[in-house]
């Protein structure tokens, strides 16, 4: 009885309010993809470099901790900034609810760990632009986190959204 009260109650979005949700979630996707490829770099790169602790250790580590600053940045971000309409304000902000936000992040993190690694490996050798590498990486990398990133973009705001921001 309770719960056909709150379906009753929910007021369905709008394509509009989905819009400018949808458009605020790629915002906040891309400060915290910002963030996710900022301490990816500096960790692959200065505190944890291949040379010192071997190459697939640093690139899992490295996305690891990049994916660990952008799932910070974007819970802040989604619970005051994306999802404005959730029928349950308060459970959207539990522990619980961050919990099922990360485990939903940890889903896309093993699906970019796996991409990246294929990427890394699969793709041949890519120069552009006259050059093999963009700020100290190879373009496979680069391509590799390109596309594994939109991959999960659309992997977290779906299961987000289903999950957690209903």
């Known amino acids: 009885m309770e719960e056909e009260q709150k379906n009753e109650t929910r007021v369905k ?12 979630f790629l915002i906040v996707g891309g400060t915290a993809t910002v963030v996710d490829y900022a301490v990816a770099y500096v960790f692959i ?3 944890l470099p291949p040379a010192l ?3 697939n250790f640093s690139l899992i580590v490295s ?3 990049g994916f660990c600053g952008g799932l910070i940045v974007n819970w ?3 619970v005051s900034f994306v999802f404005k309409q959730v029928t349950d304000e308060k459970k959207s902000k539990s522990k619980k609810s961050f919990l099922i936000f990360t485990i939903i992040g940890l889903i896309g993190l093993a699906i970019t760990q796996v991409g990246m690694h294929l990427g890394v490996i699969i793709l041949p050798e890519v120069t552009l632009f006259g050059v093999e590498k963009f700020l100290g990486e190879s373009w496979n990398w680069w391509i590799s986190k390109v596309v594994m990133t939109c991959i999960v973009l659309v992997w977290n705001y779906v299961g987000r959204k289903l999950l957690v921001f209903k």
Do not use: D, N, V
Not at 13 to 24: D, P, S
């Open 63 to 65: 996305t690891a901790m």
């Open 13 to 24: 979005q709008t394509k509009k309010e989905l819009f400018w949700e949808i458009f605020r």
């Open 53 to 55: 602790i071997g190459e």
């Open 45 to 47: 790169h200065w505190l």
């Open 76 to 78: 802040l971000l989604s």
